[in-house]
């Protein structure tokens, strides 16, 4: 009835997600099916004439009764001691010739039973071949029902699961799409896993609704209200008291539902606490046995166990415990419709003032088999269709986001790069009220290469965020090529800028694919050219399967350094015009370090390049050095200009490379790495 217990069950785990505002979401799922409306047209078509199928069958097996198996039944009962005479036998058959016939489905079974000159059954005057012939007919006309009952519905899953997959596989691609369009300040206040269960967990929830959950809804409550209505048409008190259990039913629904879901949420808390139990224990294994508190850990996680053991039997037992319910319910109804339906008969077919038959009751007992079915459904899939259009809100609400950053409607392509950078005056920040540089002034000529030092928090990395416009000035302008980068597009902008960082991010892909991520339509030649360039080729060799080894998630099975070379190739393979290294030799050794440098300055030749290192080897050579504290830049020149200043850049030398270039004379005061005074150093011995 609900797809089985592990269906069931699924449903039930399900925490209610109530949506705030349900008519503009369901709006907006309606443009994304808009292409598909015909489809959708042709399954409510379906879903109606399977419904009308399914209210038919009953009826059909009650005329079967009244006008084929006993036809003479209530005359003997009738007929019986101390009953009131009644003929009721002929009225109740509505397939005999001079019955009164109602609405199409009774003209069109009548059609059919009389077709090709077949007589119309008799219940006062029925032979034998007459009763074997008709109930024939009948037998197949119920067949051909139930086939076409089965048919049509696989056909409307078949039809609603196709259109809501292309719909849901819209809205993924328009969100996967406007999340590359949010600026980095997006995602560094909003946690990356909360928008990927965006794309996963909320449109499963929309998948499940809209391929199962939507369809049984719609024709569970259409099925109800035209069971209901051909009930109370019948018969109205025969129908009253067939449905005396449907609010019991629904009362126990709600009530085991609402249970088995708060013990589900419990037993995701509780697996939620063994999962970190278990990963802070793999994780800490070697100082779990280096302590010898083995023993220790495995009690508590033990104890945690049990907790999600005792928690998955509470919320199992509420599941198992819906739909022997709901059965017992269906049972009680079914049992007053054959008592008083029994009862009725013995009394000659009176029912309080209407009459009932035989076939009726069989009629009623079929009705309320298929009446308490769709209300358990509709019940418990009523948490679908909330979860759905709640992750439909929050969804829509991520595509609502407006980009801080977009280009102009009049914005125009960058032209192809000289290489000349001039910060004008630049205020940058992050947050409004927040500044992170201020009044920032500088003029880069094309080749040259501009170093950027400076303590943690001076501003260094928002400098070179500003170059390829990851983010945009609050003041003043950034100009390349007396261009502002905010008049040219994106797109054309960053494909002339290469960038290397410190945290290298490779792909799960082959070697040659992650090096030919810095141009897409490199050959495999200029691909091994880079890697040569970058010194990477001899390492990669060396892999299992050379440049088509298939790397781990972000590189792994590759050491760092290995991993910015080839960051470092894929730079390379790019040639862009303006350079960007931010730390890009950092967690590289020094053997490793010396063969690369030559590449980067063969790489930096001709090309405008912005370096952010603390290591002196990478900054010794630059044209000029810009020193930032607190946003501001409080000196600028060549490594050696700054040296003989004494001023912060050679506080900052002294405390961070005074053992790179040997111990300072006695007595020389030095600085902590934020180049404040830190005291004397006594000399190196």
């Known amino acids: 009835m609900f797809g089985g217990t592990e269906g069931l069950r699924r449903t039930l785990e399900q925490d209610t997600i109530k949506p705030k505002n349900t008519g503009e979401t369901l709006a907006r799922f309606g443009h994304y099916f808009q292409p598909y409306w015909p489809l959708l047209l042709v399954v409510a078509v379906i879903i109606i004439i399977s419904t009308w199928a399914q209210v038919t069958v009953p009826e059909l097996l009650g005329q079967t009764v009244d006008c084929y198996l006993t036809p003479g039944a209530i005359s003997t009962f009738t007929n019986a001691p101390g009953v009131a005479p009644s ?304 992750g439909g809100e929050r969804i829509f609400n991520l595509l609502d986001v407006q980009p801080e950053l977009s280009d102009k409607p009049d914005a125009i392509n960058m032209p192809d790069i000289q290489g000349e950078v001039v910060f004008d005056n630049v205020c940058g920040a992050y947050r409004p009220d927040q500044p992170v540089l201020q009044n920032i002034s500088f003029t880069a000529k094309p080749g040259q290469t501009i170093a950027i030092v400076g303590p943690t928090g001076a501003g260094k990395t928002t400098i070179i965020n500003l170059i390829p416009r990851f983010y945009d000035v609050c003041d003043g302008a950034v100009r390349i090529d007396n261009i502002d980068v905010r008049d040219v597009t994106m797109e054309s902008l960053r494909k002339q800028i290469g960038i290397v960082l410190q945290d290298t991010f490779l792909f799960s892909t082959t070697v040659m694919e992650n090096i030919r991520f810095g141009r897409p339509d490199a050959s495999d030649e200029e691909v091994f050219a880079a890697a040569k360039y970058a010194h990477a080729h001899e390492f990669i060799e060396r892999l299992s399967d050379g440049y088509q080894t298939v790397l781990g998630e972000r590189g792994s099975g590759l050491s760092q350094g290995q991993r910015q070379l080839l960051s470092i190739a894929r730079a390379a393979l790019a040639n862009p015009r303006i350079l960007i290294l931010d730390e890009a030799t950092s967690s590289v050794d020094t053997r490793t370090e010396r063969l690369i440098q030559q590449a980067l300055e063969e790489l930096l030749q001709g090309r405008t390049s912005f370096v952010i290192a603390h290591r002196l080897s990478t900054i010794r050579n630059a044209d000029m050095l810009l020193v930032l504290d607190q946003g501001q830049i409080v000196e600028r020149g060549r490594h050696e200009e700054l040296l003989a200043r004494k001023g912060f850049y050679y506080n900052i030398y002294m405390s961070q490379f005074w053992r790179a270039e040997g111990a300072p004379e006695a007595g020389e005061t030095t600085v902590s790495g934020n180049g404040r005074k830190a005291g004397a150093l006594a000399p190196a011995t």
């Open 87 to 390: 003929s009721t036998a002929e009225s109740n058959c509505w397939l005999s010739a001079d019955a009164e016939r109602q609405g199409f489905t009774q003209n069109l079974v009548y059609n059919l039973i009389t077709m090709g000159g077949f007589a119309a059954p008799d219940p006062q005057n029925l032979s034998t071949a007459q009763a074997l012939a008709g109930l024939g007919r009948m037998v197949l006309i119920i067949i051909a029902l139930f086939v076409i009952t089965s048919l049509l519905t696989g056909l409307s899953f078949f039809g609603m699961t196709w259109a809501g997959s292309h719909a849901l596989r819209a809205i993924r691609e328009d969100l996967f799409r406007h999340l590359h369009r949010l600026s980095l300040n997006y995602y560094a206040e909003h946690e990356a896993g909360d928008l990927m269960s965006r794309i996963t967990n909320d449109s499963e929830t929309i998948q499940q609704a809209f391929s199962f959950a939507l369809v049984n809804v719609v024709s569970g409550a259409l099925l109800v209200v035209w069971i209901g209505y051909n009930m109370v048409r019948a018969s109205l008190p025969f129908a009253l008291l067939s449905l005396v259990a449907v609010p019991l039913m629904i009362l126990v629904t709600v009530w085991l539902s609402s249970q088995a879901r708060k013990a589900y949420r419990r037993t995701r808390l509780e697996l939620g606490s063994v999962n970190a139990e278990l990963q802070e224990s793999i994780a800490a294994v070697r100082e779990v046995q280096a302590f010898n508190r083995a023993d220790e850990n495995i009690e508590n996680f033990r104890l945690t166990n049990a907790a999600n053991r005792d928690a998955n039997i509470r919320a199992v037992s509420y599941t198992s415990a819906l739909a022997p319910s709901l059965e017992a319910m269906g049972y009680l109804a079914l049992a007053i419709v054959a008592l008083v339906g029994g009862l009725a008969l013995l009394n000659g077919g009176d029912l309080m003032g209407t009459t009932v038959s035989l076939g009726l009751v069989i009629t009623f007992l079929t009705y309320v088999q298929r009446f308490n079915q769709p209300i358990a459904q509709i019940a418990i899939l009523w948490t679908n269709l909330q979860n759905a259009i709640a």
